[in-house]
């Protein structure tokens, strides 16, 4: 019997939540609100089956009308609240919870940092005039008498300013007596004023530098006075309940109920959140915070900004913007004096965005001499070669994989996330590694390209990815559909339940690792060079800091080049943009920058065809052409 009550309670085990409900709620939604953390990788399309919850009494319906009773897993997402509901989120339904690093791991620290001193030149400067006071003679508007002031001492022609200074304006100049602070933001074609202070204040000027990531967002507080960090906290990015790659997200903003304002409103809560952290841990004010820099893929600055993205994934892919105008704080509601500018750096295309061009401002690719690749492994692999003072850039479609999605043991970075595997030839012997050595709870991107090369090495898997069923082995089993292998037996996972692999996850890796590969052969090939000709590697994003790097090229996901010509470079993004906020200079070098790199569509008519030979080429381990891979022989296994 279907409730006639309008209002219904889900509770939601084992957290005994209680959600209060209309009937014809959404129940995913529901959860959201609730702040129960479910996965949705899908945004909400009922294509990935990974927000599968289990009724535990009570009724529900699915979007089709069908009803819902004790011991169904519907998706929670295609799933219809009508009357009280018990339900059940399973672990693997779960969103890892945990911590957001960021840290730069110490060895990327060591390394990239001391390459050259920023010099400190912000995009927000703080200026001392003394105007001369107005007379009969001398009928000059304060705004213009200002502008000339500014003209005097900084060179600069243009000047505007923002309303809440033009309002302020006569009473803070006459009541101190024509001396002033001013407070401007280099616009690049003219400066605007955005604050006026009384000579002896301090002139807090604090900039932030925020690096937009599909998954995670990391931000930075910085003095503009004199460059100094006043500390950095990262945060999953609230948008993943929208969808885990930028693909679900775009579905996301066309196919739901003002899809592009929550986009934008989980983007902007996020950061929001983060300045909070930042200026009370660093005891400012929020409103000191006077300019923003972000680097985010242009999927993620769109929604920032809250533009539609879906023309992003349409043919021929074109964003709504590549460079966006600085906007003020207010108008995307930011929590920082309204008047601070927000820059976002620019991108080159719908799949390389500004966060690749921060990272090779910050990695310096035009002043290197030797032929370099940055490799940005995120949910796409954004990948530049800079070649003969040149760049190319792509975007490959790596999907989630690395970053732990749409694996079935596959989780992110988390405590008790297996980074690192050990697999004895004959495949009964695993020793693993788990971060913060807790009970597994899945294994983190680093820990699955150490695993592939593992179950190869020991001859669990062949090169083509498949499962060897001669092997005699109690973990390798037949499952639902095809064959598993236990990585780690449930007394020693936190929630019980055997952590296994099946075929289905290592093709997902396998086309993934393809991906890059055969991105960056694209780029080599275009400008008729081999791998060999590449005299470094760089590899950023978080992801790439902790990996096995002879693992990496055992399976195919790098070039076998020396291994001291790869180089990790870390947050390559979030330096990119700390860069360009405390430096006009590097600003103006990131539009050249990305007005200079060129960029290869591999799905344009030309490429695709390629594109798609050098792809399946790859979807072997490591290769097809094994000379390619001289290093990668079998029985080599890793030390742990
Ligand atoms: Fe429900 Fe993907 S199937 S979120």
């Known amino acids: 019997m279907l409730s006639t009550n309008t209002r219904c309670t889900v509770t939601v085990m084992p957290d005994e939540a209680e959600i209060e409900c209309s009937r014809g709620d959404n129940l995913l939604e529901a959860l959201h609100r609730a702040e129960v953390e479910i996965k949705s990788l899908c945004g909400g399309a009922g294509t990935c089956g990974s927000c599968r919850v289990i009724v535990e009494s009570g009724q529900a319906r699915t979007d089709d009308g069908d009803v819902i009773s004790e011991g169904d897993?519907?998706?929670?997402?295609?799933?219809?609240?009508?009357?009280?509901?018990?339900?059940?989120?399973?672990?693997?339904?779960?969103?890892?919870?945990?911590?957001?690093?960021?840290?730069?791991?110490?060895?990327?620290?060591?390394?990239?940092?001391?390459?050259?001193?920023?010099?400190?030149?912000?995009?927000?400067?703080?200026?001392?005039?003394?105007?001369?006071?107005?007379?009969?003679?001398?009928?000059?508007?304060?705004?213009?008498?200002?502008?000339?002031?500014?003209?005097?001492?900084?060179?600069?022609?243009?000047?505007?300013?923002?309303?809440?200074?033009?309002?302020?304006?006569?009473?803070?100049?006459?009541?101190?007596?024509?001396?002033?602070?001013?407070?401007?933001?280099?616009?690049?074609?003219?400066?605007?004023?955005?604050?006026?202070?009384?000579?002896?204040?301090?002139?807090?000027?604090?900039?932030?530098?925020?690096?937009?990531?599909?998954?995670?967002?990391?931000?930075?507080?910085?003095?503009?006075r004199n460059g100094e960090s006043l500390g950095r906290a990262g945060e999953y990015n609230e948008q993943q309940r929208c969808g885990e790659d930028v693909i679900s997200r775009i579905n996301f903003a066309s196919q739901k109920d003002n899809g592009i304002q929550i986009l934008k409103e989980a983007v902007t809560g996020t950061i929001n959140r983060l300045i909070e952290q930042l200026v009370r841990e660093a005891g400012v004010c929020e409103r000191g915070i006077r300019a923003v820099v972000c680097a985010g893929n242009t999927t993620m600055i769109h929604t920032l900004y809250g533009l539609d993205p879906n023309n992003i994934r349409r043919q021929p892919y074109i964003p709504t913007v590549g460079t966006v105008p600085p906007l003020r704080a207010a108008?995307?509601?930011?929590?920082?004096?309204?008047?601070?500018?927000?820059?976002?750096?620019?991108?080159?295309?719908?799949?390389?965005?500004?966060?690749?061009?921060?990272?090779?401002?910050?990695?310096?690719?035009?002043?290197?001499?030797?032929?370099?690749?940055?490799?940005?492994?995120?949910?796409?692999?954004?990948?530049?070669?800079?070649?003969?003072?040149?760049?190319?850039?792509?975007?490959?479609?790596?999907?989630?994989?690395?970053?732990?999605?749409?694996?079935?043991?596959?989780?992110?970075?988390?405590?008790?996330?297996?980074?690192?595997?050990?697999?004895?030839?004959?495949?009964?012997?695993?020793?693993?590694?788990?971060?913060?050595?807790?009970?597994?709870?899945?294994?983190?991107?680093?820990?699955?390209?150490?695993?592939?090369?593992?179950?190869?090495?020991?001859?669990?898997?062949?090169?083509?990815?498949?499962?060897?069923?001669?092997?005699?082995?109690?973990?390798?089993?037949?499952?639902?559909?095809?064959?598993?292998?236990?990585?780690?037996?449930?007394?020693?996972?936190?929630?019980?339940?055997?952590?296994?692999?099946?075929?289905?996850?290592?093709?997902?890796?396998?086309?993934?690792?393809?991906?890059?590969?055969?991105?960056?052969?694209?780029?080599?090939?275009?400008?008729?060079?081999?791998?060999?000709?590449?005299?470094?590697?760089?590899?950023?994003?978080?992801?790439?800091?902790?990996?096995?790097?002879?693992?990496?090229v055992s399976i195919g996901l790098f070039p076998d080049i020396e291994r001291d010509r790869f180089q990790f470079v870390g947050n390559s993004a979030l330096r990119g943009a700390r860069q360009a906020l405390i430096d006009r200079d590097s600003m103006r070098d990131a539009q050249e920058l990305a007005r200079g790199m060129t960029y290869l569509e591999l799905s344009a008519d030309e490429q695709a065809a390629a594109f798609m030979d050098e792809f399946v080429a790859a979807e072997f381990l490591p290769h097809t052409e094994m000379e390619r891979f001289p290093s990668a022989a079998p029985g080599d296994t890793s030390a742990l």
């Open 331 to 552: 108008e995307i509601e930011l929590n920082t004096d309204p008047d601070a500018r927000v820059f976002s750096l620019p991108a080159v295309g719908s799949f390389v965005g500004g966060d690749i061009v921060a990272g090779a401002l910050s990695s310096r690719l035009t002043e290197r001499e030797e032929m370099t690749l940055l490799v940005d492994i995120g949910t796409n692999g954004e990948i530049v070669l800079a070649a003969g003072g040149s760049l190319l850039a792509c975007s490959a479609s790596a999907g989630p994989a690395f970053e732990g999605g749409g694996i079935s043991c596959g989780t992110r970075a988390v405590p008790g996330a297996v980074e690192r595997f050990r697999i004895a030839p004959g495949g009964d012997d695993v020793t693993y590694r788990t971060i913060g050595g807790q009970p597994a709870v899945g294994v983190c991107g680093t820990g699955l390209i150490d695993l592939l090369d593992s179950l190869l090495q020991a001859g669990v898997i062949n090169r083509s990815g498949r499962f060897n069923t001669e092997l005699e082995s109690d973990r390798l089993r037949e499952a639902d559909e095809g064959y598993e292998y236990v990585l780690v037996p449930g007394d020693e996972t936190r929630d019980g339940a055997d952590l296994t692999i099946e075929t289905a996850d290592i093709r997902n890796l396998i086309r993934s690792k393809a991906a890059i590969y055969a991105g960056i052969r694209m780029l080599l090939t275009n400008l008729a060079l081999d791998e060999d000709a590449v005299g470094r590697i760089l590899i950023a994003g978080g992801f790439g800091t902790h990996i096995n790097l002879d693992a990496a």
């Open 73 to 224: 897993d519907p998706l929670a997402c295609r799933t219809e609240v009508t009357a009280d509901l018990q339900l059940h989120v399973p672990e693997e339904s779960r969103r890892a919870e945990g911590e957001v690093s960021a840290d730069e791991p110490r060895h990327v620290l060591g390394t990239v940092r001391p390459d050259r001193e920023v010099p400190v030149d912000p995009v927000c400067q703080v200026t001392p005039v003394k105007l001369t006071p107005p007379s009969l003679a001398d009928n000059t508007s304060d705004f213009d008498r200002t502008c000339r002031a500014l003209r005097e001492v900084t060179g600069r022609e243009a000047f505007s300013a923002s309303h809440s200074v033009l309002r302020g304006m006569a009473g803070s100049l006459r009541e101190n007596d024509w001396e002033s602070t001013a407070l401007w933001v280099d616009l690049q074609t003219h400066g605007e004023l955005i604050d006026l202070l009384s000579p002896e204040a301090a002139g807090e000027a604090y900039g932030l530098a925020v690096d937009i990531g599909t998954t995670t967002v990391v931000a930075d507080l910085v003095d503009l």
